[in-house]
């Protein structure tokens, strides 16, 4: 008999549309994150030296030493914060990391707060381990940026983790570090944890990235090579832990993921040592992207409300459309062959919208727009209220 706990589990909206998508021609994909840059050329030369070099065996659970000083390295010349070595906890990807620390923090029952929208599989990371949701509500009017004050209504004495995501997916809304800082503070009224999945770090078009452990160590950090380096298929990422949750952590690591592949971490200490001239003209490249994109939704006739602050999606209001979104999704795919995501699967104040990502050529986001706004002709836009 199939468990409940699978059951349970809902199917991830971006891959069912890439997948519909891929059996068809000539699509633009603007449904998954899925950076268009190469992988920069001295990570891959990294890792083949180290395939080369035999470097196929298991590693440490926790990851290659030289790895996780270059992680520290990293926290120390980003952020100017001093991590050992020996909280870092190398993943295959950050989402295995992200269940390691539900595995590790929440017992079934528990209570785990999410910002409403939210990545699309946070709530099933989070039914894995029995835990129960309880959500914060966010707006395009306030840029989809949480209040404090609404963390504090929804976190009870059942709450264990606040999971937070800055810049976040599918929003881009970026938490600033104050904001950060006073939600360190109400968990540790609350005797919660604090759970911050900064994959999205470096892609941050104003102000600054801050990471949660500038304002505490007893939170659970989340983080990858995905996003920034063009890395999605290598599978590469690292959870920073509190220090008095490393064994327990690493005992479930031992026994679920054994160790990340070997020459792929070679890979990530390059990718960390000579990133930052590749990481400048990435970002500047997703700005201009953004800003194009911004621009263009307001001429297919359609709202936004909001300016993304980082990461590389927009929330497209689509309820003055016919139908639903899944109906929007459908119509931009079958008519338009554009592929983009329906705003459900996001939370329910992500519902009436659709996800559009930007992580897409100059040329290739152009047609997109020039085949949506053509599509749209044939459509009636119901008037603004």
Not at 158 to 172: C, F, I, M, Q, R
Not at 185 to 194: C, F, K, Q, R, S
Not at 253 to 258: D, E, F, G, K
């Amino acid at each position: 008999m199939v468990s409940e706990r699978a059951t349970r589990t809902t199917p991830f909206a971006a891959m069912d549309v890439l997948e519909r998508a891929n059996r068809m021609d000539d699509v633009v994909h603007l449904e998954v994150g899925e950076p268009d840059f190469d992988t920069p050329a001295a990570v891959t030369e990294a890792a083949v030296a180290a395939l080369r070099a035999g470097e196929t065996s298991y590693t440490s659970s926790k990851g290659k030493p030289e790895l996780r000083r270059a992680i520290a390295d990293y926290y120390d010349r980003q952020y100017g914060v001093d991590v050992s070595p020996e909280r870092i906890v190398v993943t295959s990807g950050s989402s295995p990391a992200l269940l390691l620390a539900f595995s590790t923090l929440v017992d079934p029952g528990d209570e785990v707060v999410l910002t409403d929208p939210y990545y699309a599989c946070y709530p099933n990371f989070v039914r894995q381990t029995g835990g129960r949701i309880s959500t914060v509500p966010l707006s395009a009017d306030e840029g989809f940026r949480p209040r404090v004050s609404e963390f504090a209504r929804a976190i009870t004495s059942d709450t264990e983790a606040l999971l937070l995501n800055s810049p976040a997916n599918p929003t881009g809304a970026v938490l600033d570090g104050g904001t950060l800082e006073e939600l360190v503070g109400l968990a540790d009224e609350a005797d919660a944890t604090v759970i911050s999945d900064e994959v999205y770090h470096g892609l941050t078009y104003e102000g600054e990235d801050h990471t949660v452990l500038e304002y505490t160590d007893d939170a659970f950090v989340l983080d990858g090579f995905s996003k920034r380096f063009a890395m999605t298929g290598w599978r590469l990422g690292w959870m920073v832990a509190p220090p008095e949750y490393v064994g327990h952590v690493n005992r479930i690591a031992q026994n679920t993921l054994i160790c990340a592949p070997n020459f792929v971490q070679s890979g990530g200490i390059a990718a960390l040592e000579s990133g930052a001239d590749f990481l400048d003209e990435v970002r500047n490249t997703y700005r201009e992207r953004r800003d194009y994109l911004v621009s263009e939704v307001e001429d297919w006739g359609l709202s936004m409300g909001y300016t993304p602050g980082g990461a590389y999606y927009l929330l497209v209001d689509v309820s003055d459309l016919p139908g639903d979104a899944f109906d929007a999704a459908d119509f931009f795919l079958e008519d338009a062959g554009v592929a983009m995501t329906p705003g459900p699967d996001f939370g329910t104040n992500a519902e009436e919208c659709l996800r559009v990502s930007y992580a897409n050529s100059a040329e290739r986001l152009a047609e997109a727009s020039e085949r949506i706004q053509r599509a749209l002709e044939s459509v009636e836009i119901s008037a603004a209220d």
